[in-house]
């Protein structure tokens, strides 16, 4: 069985940009959710997608952007990049929403920004 | 809103020491998630539970329910398990909603 395969898996920008990240669940899977990861914050939730509808979305600003298609993958948008949103862009799939399924994560997307 | 602790931040152990990694969150909840992080990045999912106590391998995690508590325990630890062990409960309790994490606690098992 497949596991969750997220590309690209290492990229790099310039401020102002905008960035496209991919994610295939594993099949069967309903749920893709989105994390950010840095050294700072560390994980925070970004966004859970279930069916092609946004259930639940994290404090981050409306540069953050995602969308899920009818084949359950999914892909989220960062437009107008910040040096700040140098990260690990992780994305996890779900039989079940985040709160009661069993996560299968990818191997994240790095993202740096300059 | 909930609020997540994990303890200790950085624990250093001897190979073949017992290990006990705390949790505890506000709000009370419908199931708790234990991940596992190598370096490198990729995250593991270890166990989700909701009530009572999951064993997998040498791996253990327990609930309290009343205490809004859960641990993981490690049963003769291995350099293999040196990783950051994170918990992560829904943001408002219940079966909805977004996940929150703990900081994370970096162990690092010595042979």
């Known amino acids: 069985k497949a596991g969750v395969t997220q590309t690209p898996r290492y990229l790099i920008k310039t401020r102002g940009q905008q960035v496209t990240l991919s994610c295939s669940p594993i099949?069967?899977?309903?749920?893709v959710s989105w994390y950010q990861q840095t050294p700072g914050q560390g994980l925070q939730f970004l966004f859970e997608?279930?069916?092609?509808?946004?259930?639940n979305k994290g404090n981050f600003p409306g540069r953050f952007s995602g969308r899920q298609f009818s084949n359950s993958r999914s892909e989220m948008n960062v437009s107008t990049l910040e040096l700040g949103d140098s990260a690990l862009y992780l994305c996890a799939s779900s039989l079940r929403q985040v709160a009661t399924g069993e996560l299968f994560f990818g191997e994240g997307s790095r993202l740096t920004v300059l | 809103k909930n609020e997540v602790e994990q303890s200790p931040q950085n624990l250093t152990a001897q190979e073949g020491e017992f290990i006990t990694i705390n949790c505890s969150y506000s709000v009370g909840i419908s199931a708790l998630h234990w991940l596992q992080q190598h370096p490198g990045g990729g995250i593991v999912s270890l166990f989700m539970l909701s009530s009572g106590k999951k064993k997998h391998g040498r791996l253990i995690a327990t609930i309290n329910i009343q205490e809004k508590h859960s641990s993981l325990h490690i049963t003769a630890s291995h350099p293999r398990d040196s990783a950051v062990y994170i918990c992560a409960v829904p943001d408002y309790g219940g079966s909805q909603g977004n996940l929150i994490f703990g900081k994370g606690t970096k162990l690092s098992v010595k042979p």
């Open positions: 997608y279930f069916s092609e509808t946004q259930r």
């Open positions: 099949s069967g899977h309903r749920s």
